[in-house]
């Protein structure tokens, strides 16, 4: 999916296809919320932005990663929903077919389970960018923070979701409390998310 044209996602996003959905949309917000704020710092350049330059180099390094990262998380949900999917396929036409079907539907979810994770985590520090490249990035695109904001908030929220749908299915205790722990976090990242976006309107309003 990673090359797909935006229409072809769209497409596939809009079939029966149990993949892509709403995990690998989330991913993909991340991954435009990272984008949004290398933008910004890649307009932010020159000798006006000369104070902050090692600051804007950092978060744009950064953003960059996480761009990747993001774009490699939609690639695995999608991977990790189609074996949820096959998993639950499984006959079940005997006791001990239904245990192990059982058991392979545990397994798949705990791994698919790691997805939402690892995009709450990187919607968090795309977040985190947004709010210390806003008060030096350059004036003429910082409505540009505030779209990376919201993106981010959008894959967390989003990942929260899929966290809590998977969150009964998942037996082991690591992916279990990873997932909870998740959870808790994801309120943080759209509550500061939120903030940021509410500074960067009364910036544009001044």
Known sequence: ????????????????????????????????GAALVAMVARFSDGAKYAEHAAEIGAVLAEADELRGL??????????AFGAVGTAYGLPKDTAEAKA?????????LAEASRVPVQVIAVADRVVGLAERLRPVGNRNVITDIAAAADAARAAASTSRVNAEVNLPGVAAPAPRDALAAAIAEAADVLHRAD??????REQIQR
């Open 195 to 200: 903030e940021t976006t509410t500074a960067v």
């Open 70 to 79: 993001a774009l490699d998380l939609v690639e695995r949900d999608a991977t």
């Open 1 to 32: 999916m990673r090359t797909d044209s935006i229409d072809t996602f769209l497409q596939g996003l809009a079939s029966r296809d149990p993949a892509p959905g709403g995990g690998a949309t989330a991913a993909l917000h991340a991954a435009q």
């Open 100 to 108: 192990a079907r059982s058991r392979a539907i545990a397994a798949a």
